[in-house]
């Protein structure tokens, strides 16, 4: 995974965006009144210094030439003047300018646009490894169930499963995913990397991509509440433990309601168990009811839990799994389901071991 240089003025802002990024140790925050001198190599820098004065010019200047070898991509970000700071970040070889204002959305498309290496198989796995635990980490705190999660921590969650799944393969996110002794850690990073990846099949532009991978991390955020023996029961489910399984979308959905979520994100939440037929729960919606982007986090949740083990069941290979989701028919949408079918062959060979 690359790393991200990014050069501040105020530690404390800095450590902030850092947050809003991601986190993690690919991000690395460099005071420019500091006395010592940034790193060099990194894939990324990005420049946030809220007073652009003379002295502070000339140290951009001297960080930008240690940090930035060859053609490494640089992000000024602007504060106070646009028009100013412009010309000023222009001068210094800025590669793209946006005001310190930008909606982290937008931050994270331009971030991910810059960032992206040219090599998209270079990734080690111990960094997808450690990309990974950073996304489970921000995981476990938005599954703890006593309130909605701050949509801050999604989407800084959300922009590590889309950088991991841009650098590395999506087989190789779901073999080290799947390493997790959690069975809803798995699962909702599972859903969340497939749905990262069906956005990139698809051409979806960053922001598009952002809400479908947002999604699909939240999508089962109602099974906070579901009593922990129920959820993991190393065995099928009674018909009075299903009632009390299938009342998660309903949760999740009262749950985020009031949590600063779009109504695309409740949408998700609510309906990623409806089918275009109708059978679906749990408000039995139909076709025109459903929109795009709760067909596209279905058609991933179904083929994730197909190729997921479970104590009472094996894994299905990923060829298997697709051959299931092409004859669900018109429960689901069958454009969708043709374009799905390149992200269900980049997860062969099957990913998933034999035993949880
Ligand atoms: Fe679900
Ligand atoms: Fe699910």
């Not at 965006?17 to 010592?36: F, I, Q």
């Not at 111990?126 to 999604?154: H, M, N, W, Y």
């Not at 299938?246 to 939440?269: K, S």
Request: charged content about 20%; overall charge neutral; aromatic content about 4%.
């Amino acid at each position: 995974m690359g790393r991200t240089l990014i050069l501040t003025d105020d530690l404390g802002r800095g450590d902030r965006l850092v947050r809003s990024l991601g986190g993690g140790p690919s991000l690395v925050l460099h005071d420019l009144y500091g006395d010592a001198e940034p790193p060099s190599g990194s894939t990324l820098v990005i420049s946030d210094v809220s007073a652009l004065t003379s002295e502070a010019v000339l140290r951009l200047r001297r960080a930008l030439a240690v940090a930035r070898g060859g053609s490494t991509p640089f992000l000024a970000l602007i504060h106070g003047n646009l028009g100013r700071g412009e010309i000023q970040a222009t001068a210094l070889g800025a590669t793209r300018i946006l005001p310190a204002s930008t909606a982290i959305a937008m931050l994270l498309n331009a971030v991910a646009a810059l960032g992206a290496t040219d090599d998209p198989t270079s990734v080690g796995i111990g960094s997808l490894r450690q990309c990974a635990q950073e996304a489970r980490a921000k995981f476990t705190v938005i599954f703890r169930g006593d309130k909605a999660p701050a949509p801050t921590i999604v989407d800084s969650g959300t922009a590590i499963v889309n950088r991991a799944i841009r650098e590395s393969k999506v087989r190789d996110w779901l073999n080290v995913v799947a390493s997790f002794d959690d069975q809803t850690h798995r699962h909702c990073l599972t859903v969340a990397g497939l749905a990262a990846a069906f956005a990139r099949t698809l051409g979806l532009n960053d922001a598009d991509s952002h809400h479908l991978t947002r999604g699909a991390l939240l999508h089962d955020i109602g099974k906070a509440r579901v009593p922990i023996t129920i959820l993991n029961k190393p065995a099928p489910l009674t018909p009075e433990e299903r009632v009390a399984m299938d009342r998660h979308p309903a949760i999740g959905h009262a749950m985020l309601l009031d949590g600063g979520y779009d109504a695309l994100t409740l949408a998700v939440v609510r309906s990623h168990h409806e089918y275009l037929d109708g059978t679906g729960y749990p408000d039995g919606l139909r076709a025109a009811e459903i929109p795009d982007l709760v067909r596209l986090t279905t058609i991933c949740d179904i083929f994730a839990a197909l190729i997921e083990s479970r104590p009472y069941k094996a894994a299905k290979p990923a060829r298997e799994a697709y051959a299931i989701l092409e004859r669900m028919g018109t429960k689901l949408d069958p454009d969708l389901v043709r374009a799905f079918g390149r992200v269900a062959i980049a997860c062969e060979p099957p990913p998933y071991r034999a035993s949880a």
